[in-house]
């Protein structure tokens, strides 16, 4: 899953609010890793893996981990799992902190040890891993957005690529306006410049051929 999710959907995805996720990429407990250009900002972008290191953060919140050892697990994390081709094996481990350490296990019987002699807070990161993994297959691969530009009404008709993740729109009103984004969100913004986009032709054009009949 080699493409980048927008904030609303990583929302949706995590259970973590927007303002949380805002909050935490200011702060630099879970900063995006991958951010995309738009005029002259930058939008937050997050990878699968970013998801899965989301969803630590969340279910060690609601543990009571101390945000120091959430801080802690998720560098761990990133540093031993700094790419998608990392995934897989870290869907076979644990991650467990006991408030001074953190800990990154693939072993039943290592984790049954240290459980035995202390307090801890333990993830299943390959949970984590296989439900992130559910979620994104039963996004919906079609749907219609309505937006509002001009004071009218268009609707957008959005094709989700289930091997790429791109996304593709194209209006229904003007089928000439088609774009496509790695994103849902970005999609529909490009979707919309492809409207203004046609508009202002099919404006132009209009005004030429009234330039040429009153001419003729």
């Not at 697990?73 to 990133?78: E, G, I, K, P």
């Not at 209006?171 to 919309?192: H, Y």
């Amino acid at each position: 899953m080699n493409y980048l999710f927008a904030s609303e959907m990583v929302s949706e995805l995590t259970g973590a609010s927007l303002r949380q996720l805002d909050h935490w990429a200011r702060t630099g407990l879970l900063t995006p890793s991958g951010r995309q250009a738009r005029g002259k900002g930058t939008r937050r972008r997050y990878t699968f893996l970013d998801i899965i290191a989301l969803k630590a953060v969340v279910a060690l919140r609601e543990r009571g981990c101390p945000l120091q050892k959430i801080r802690a697990a998720v560098r761990y994390v990133r540093k031993e799992y700094p790419h998608e081709s990392n995934a897989r094996k870290m869907a076979r481990t644990t991650l467990l902190t006991d408030g001074k350490k953190v800990y990154i296990l693939a072993e039943q019987r290592k984790i049954m040890e240290i459980i035995s002699r202390q307090h801890v807070w333990s993830v299943a990161l390959g949970q984590l891993f296989t439900e992130a993994q559910a979620q994104i297959a039963a996004l919906p691969a079609k749907w219609t957005e309505c937006v509002r530009l001009s004071g009218k009404d268009y609707h957008l008709m959005i094709v989700r690529d289930a091997d790429s993740g791109t996304h593709t729109v194209q209006c229904k009103e003007l089928p000439g306006a088609i774009e496509q984004g790695d994103t849902a969100a970005e999609a529909i913004e490009n979707g919309k410049d492809a409207i203004r986009s046609v508009l202002a032709f099919m404006k132009k054009r209009r005004k030429s051929g009234r330039r040429y009949v009153q001419a003729g």
